[in-house]
């Protein structure tokens, strides 16, 4: 630990990260275990250097090859819907980006997996997700819209991107009592969606109004 990136400068340290953990909490952040796994993150070490010194503020940072960083409160709060006060065994991210969800999930989940369309960015994300020792983080350079039925059923699928709509094949992969936690583009606005399977079907819930970039077929 004796690069500058790991260093305890004032941006980076602890304190700087448990004020974040307040203001969470005071954006209404409930759930305890999500709070100590966000306080336990190292965001900074996730974004650009030249802007580590903004990694605990609450805005979403850009990330290279259009795309960008879900701000702390989204990650918490998809993270807070995502357990629906449960503990988490499989979890499915798709869209890696720079992997700070990911390592969030890590730290509550038993195992997640998370797949990223864009392989240079996935190839930051397995150095960064490496840098925390986030062992149980398994990431796939492929297009989410396809899930990974070979790894199914989750507990939990949480989309980084917005969908126009919900896409059939991650549905099929949750288990029953799991949770999709995904922004839906719903005419000129995004919500956040929450989409449950019950022994019966389904049931969705619309929370949050969001601003995320949109989900893209394929891979590049
Ligand atoms: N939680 C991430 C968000 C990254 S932005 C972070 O905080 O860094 C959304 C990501 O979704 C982008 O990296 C984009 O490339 C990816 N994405 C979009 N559509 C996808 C798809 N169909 N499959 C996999 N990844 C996708």
Do not use: W
Not at 23 to 29: F, K, P, T, V
Not at 50 to 56: K, P
Not at 143 to 166: R, Y
């Amino acid at each position: 630990m004796t690069s500058s990136r790991h260093a305890g400068v004032g941006m980076t340290s602890q304190r700087t990260r448990l004020r974040m953990v307040e203001r969470l909490r005071r954006q209404g952040i409930r759930d305890e275990v999500v709070l100590a796994a966000i306080g336990e993150v190292p965001r900074h070490i996730f974004v650009d250097e030249a802007l580590a010194s903004r990694a605990y503020e609450d805005i979403s940072l850009p990330l290279g090859f259009g795309q960008t960083i879900s701000s702390p409160y989204i990650v918490a709060r998809m993270t807070e819907l995502a357990r629906g006060g449960n503990a988490l065994g499989k979890v499915l991210e798709i869209g890696t980006g720079c992997g700070y969800q990911t390592a969030v999930l890590a730290r509550l989940a038993k195992e997640v997996y998370s797949v990223e369309r864009l392989a240079p960015l996935l190839a930051r994300a397995r150095r960064h997700l490496r840098d925390v020792r986030a062992i149980n983080a398994r990431l796939r350079h492929g297009d989410g819209l396809l899930g990974m039925p070979e790894v199914a059923p989750f507990d939990a699928v949480l989309l980084a991107a917005a969908a126009t709509h919900v896409p059939a094949a991650l549905l099929e992969q949750l288990t029953v009592g799991g949770r999709m936690i995904l922004p839906m583009a719903i005419s000129h606005e995004q919500r956040l969606c929450v989409i449950e399977r019950t022994a019966q079907g389904y049931t969705e819930r619309k929370m949050d109004q969001v601003k995320f970039v949109p989900l893209l077929r394929g891979v590049e």
